[in-house]
């Protein structure tokens, strides 16, 4: 039904939309279309069981471990979700063995790898903080580690021995909000990291030579 120009739009939504929206929503948090699905999405897999899926990803298709390790060497920034049974609990492609190779295209990994320090690196992107698993290159012809990160459009906290860094896009998104709002770093660092894990019980932070 059309609106008429003297209806109150919000109240209209209230009473025609607001159920089914509030149905949709709530459909996210479960398999929704996949509810039925028992083999790997993923075209020539067929493996059954599949339990994880993408909410970065256009779609709630579920997928193997081993499709999902492949195919998000290309985004290793997207956020994995796997099922228990019950429902949806967050993982990190960290935790499932995909390790950001840089100095090499997606898929091609060093014969020379140099981990970063700890085997853990932190990421600042525009909407979450990422704890990775990050190789450098370690070929003769390699780049500084700096540079490195730069070509993969990472700003490294610090010219030496980087344990973290800022996507591009964050800084574009800070610089914004700063025009716009004037954020401060402070404020965006925490609005991120709320956006990361707001329930206080695990804080993200950036601490040793990181952003903070």
């Not at 660092?189 to 019980?201: A, C, D, I, W």
Request: aromatic share 10%; net charge negative.
């Amino acid at each position: 039904m059309r609106p008429r120009y003297q209806d109150n739009l919000h109240a209209q939504w209230a009473r025609d939309d607001r159920e089914r929206f509030l149905d949709e929503l709530l459909r996210h948090d479960g398999r929704g279309d996949y509810v039925e699905q028992v083999l790997c999405g993923r075209p020539g897999c067929g493996r059954p069981d599949p339990t994880y899926r993408c909410v970065d990803c256009l779609h709630g298709c579920l997928y193997c471990e081993d499709c999902v390790q492949e195919t998000h060497q290309w985004t290793p920034l997207h956020h994995i979700e796997e099922w228990t049974g019950d429902y949806f609990e967050r993982r990190t492609l960290k935790s499932l063995g995909v390790c950001l190779q840089l100095g090499h295209p997606p898929g091609v990994r060093c014969t020379n790898p140099e981990r970063a320090w700890g085997n853990t690196f932190v990421i600042i992107d525009s909407h979450t903080i990422y704890e990775v698993a990050l190789d450098f290159c370690g070929c003769g012809s390699a780049k500084p580690k700096p540079i490195q990160l730069l070509r993969m459009h990472f700003y490294p906290a610090t010219g030496t021995n980087p344990r973290s860094a800022a996507t591009f896009w964050a800084l574009h998104r800070f610089a914004h909000m700063t025009l716009e709002s004037k954020c401060s770093a402070y404020e965006f660092y925490n609005s991120v990291s709320r956006e990361t894990n707001n329930t206080g019980l695990d804080p993200s932070c950036v601490s040793g030579n990181g952003l903070s």
